[in-house]
């Protein structure tokens, strides 16, 4: 009986530890970035200001400073190449997918189809923007009011 156990034991063992593959879905990041890039940032824009303070909700010069911000203390929103050695997304397409999050209350996984980005990528992109936001920027706009700021 416990000869059995154990080559029962062993057996499944040696099946959970045989490599599995993940699956791939190529969703073509580089085009997804350029639709934006060519709307908001690029020289010729598509949309000027008013439209960009409409969607983003802030002027195009902070939401560039919150971006190399971000990317400068969180190395999660530097562009990388990923395990089969495509560039990832950019910083400026996370910094985006994190603000529509925030901004309507969208899950993770409705980016997919609008930035071509995972879940895993969104969540991720969220917890570590807001992780770094209250880290560096905390304590300065996120404690209680002083005399000097009320009058």
């Known amino acids: ?4 156990t154990y080559n029962v034991v062993s057996n499944n063992a040696a099946a959970s530890s045989q490599q599995r593959t ?3 879905i190529y969703r073509n990041r580089e085009e997804a970035n ?3 890039v060519q709307e908001y940032f690029a020289e010729n824009v598509t949309y000027q200001g008013y439209y960009f303070r409409r969607r983003f909700r802030m002027l195009k010069g902070l939401l560039e400073r919150i971006v190399d911000d971000v990317t400068r203390e969180c190395s999660i929103f530097q562009q990388r190449y ?3 050695g495509t560039l990832g997304f950019t ?3 996370k910094y985006t ?5 925030l901004a309507y209350g969208i899950p993770p996984d409705a980016l997919d189809e609008s930035f ?3 879940a895993r990528i969104a969540r991720d992109s969220l917890h570590f923007f807001y992780k770094t936001v209250i ?9 209680k009011p002083t005399r000097n700021d009320i009058l």
Not at 136 to 143: C, D, E
């Open 97 to 101: 997918g994190t603000l529509r999050q």
């Open 116 to 118: 071509r980005m995972s």
């Open 82 to 84: 990923d395990a089969r």
């Open 91 to 93: 910083p400026l397409q």
């Open 1 to 4: 009986m416990t000869e059995q």
């Open 22 to 24: 993940r699956r791939y």
């Open 34 to 36: 350029q639709c934006p």
């Open 135 to 143: 880290q560096f920027s905390g304590p300065k706009y996120l404690r």
